[in-house]
């Protein structure tokens, strides 16, 4: 019998309820208009991953002593935007200068045992695009139709943390 090795993802969650309920109605919506992006929505920062480790524990004691050694970090919502040669329409994050920090020193000791498939994770913490992915996998001929109507709604503008 093959063993599967576990594959992680460390996220933020937002926690303001009409942000979350705003972002699972867009994602429905875009979902129901053009059959794309996920049925069930979680609305989340990904801050590493999906990557694997061989060292588990490890994992859980290094992001506990990162998470308790950071006060409360704050973001905003910045507004839509894309990563236009994946076909990804997202919610742009401008993050704190503690997250930021957060997430580059989380990437950093992350790299040293576990395996982050991602170029994306070791971007330099000034280079690394925050933001909460609407919809991917996008087809090309539904990428400008979901843009047009994900650009026409209006964000909420609230503080988060």
């Not at 329409?89 to 000791?109: C, G, M, S, T």
């Not at 994306?120 to 539904?142: G, L, M, R, V």
Request: glycine share 2%.
């Amino acid at each position: 019998m093959v063993q599967k090795t576990p594959h992680y993802l460390i996220e933020l969650r937002f926690i303001d309820k009409q942000v979350k309920a705003y972002m699972r109605s867009l994602a429905k919506q875009v979902y129901d208009n053009f059959e794309v992006g996920p049925k069930h929505y979680v609305p989340h920062i990904t801050l590493a991953g999906p990557f694997t480790t061989s060292n588990e524990s490890k994992l859980i004691r290094d992001v506990n002593q990162l998470c308790d050694s950071f006060p409360i970090m704050h973001f905003q919502i910045k507004g839509f935007s894309t990563f236009e040669q994946s076909r990804v329409v997202y919610i742009a994050i401008n993050p704190d200068e503690n997250l930021k920090k957060f997430r580059w020193k989380l990437a950093k000791k992350l790299e040293k045992y576990c395996n982050l498939n991602k170029p994306y994770d070791f971007h330099s913490k000034n280079e690394f695009i925050f933001h909460a992915t609407i919809a991917w996998k996008i087809p090309p001929a539904k990428f400008t139709d979901i843009k047009k109507f994900v650009f026409s709604k209006n964000i909420p503008q609230k503080n988060n943390y």
